[in-house]
């Protein structure tokens, strides 16, 4: 194993960790784990399949891997296909290399929405133990009463059970942010329309740390290595706030 692969600290320096002695010190001071081994200076890797974690983040390490961030407009398919020939989000962004969208919002709902071909960060901001926060801005019909909010936030009663605890802020009478850390279908508008009060228009501001107050919709970016690594970071810590917001 020692002889094979690439240098791990050249491995590191490519995805943005620091130059290659600044990654020698990571390594050097316990830092690195790879396949659940800790590493040790000298140590070579396959980046095509090595499992890298840096202060127990996994790092995607995989060459060509590209991460994208989107606002989907209204009437957008949250899939790499649709049956019925409708615009789909990676139809958006560039067609190589193939990449899906990082969970789904509905044809209906704005904002936020990540396309990548890393499986392994897609599992981990997908996967429900892992708890990354969705923030929405969510326009109501009517003007939720405080008893409303308090069902909101404290858990509402779905045909697929209690929803989590959520953080809801009335920004206006008819207009909430809704933090949620759970996947489930359609979830914030069934939420509203279980309080009375369905939803109008639903846009996703921020998913983790990830925020774009700039992106128009219909627009896309790439993530800088500093967005990738903040969002490695908080599903490999469970701190799933802190937004981190681009001045592109």
Request: charged fraction near 30%.
């Given at each position: ?139 109501v019909e009517g003007e939720p009463s405080r008893a409303a909010l308090r069902e909101l936030r404290e858990g509402v009663e779905l045909e697929d059970g209690v929803t989590a605890k959520a953080r809801v802020t009335a920004v206006d009478p ?75």
């Open positions: 194993m020692m002889h094979e692969g690439e240098r791990l600290q050249k491995v590191l320096a490519r995805v943005g960790l620091g130059s290659r002695r600044a990654c020698e010190g990571l390594i050097a001071d316990g830092r690195v784990m790879v396949d659940g081994e800790l590493a040790v200076l000298g140590r070579r890797v396959d980046p095509d399949f090595a499992l890298v974690e840096v202060d127990g983040a996994v790092v995607g390490v995989k060459p060509g891997l590209v991460h994208y961030l989107l606002n989907k407009p209204i009437g957008v398919i949250s899939t790499a296909e649709d049956t019925h020939d409708r615009p789909t989000v990676v139809e958006i962004v560039p067609a190589e290399p193939r990449v899906f969208p990082v969970g789904r919002l509905d044809a209906e709902t704005e904002g936020l929405l990540i396309i990548t071909n890393d499986g392994e960060l897609t599992h981990r901001l997908t996967h429900p133990s892992f708890g990354i926060e969705k923030e929405y801005l969510t326009q008819s207009l909430l942010r809704i933090t949620i850390h759970e996947g489930r279908n359609r979830q914030i508008r069934r939420m509203c329309e279980a309080v009375g009060h369905p939803v109008v228009r639903l846009v996703r501001t921020r998913i983790g740390p990830i925020v774009d107050r700039r992106l128009k919709p219909g627009e896309w970016r790439e993530l800088s290595r500093d967005e990738v690594r903040s969002l490695e970071v908080a599903v490999g810590s469970g701190n799933s706030g802190g937004a981190l917001d681009s001045e592109r």
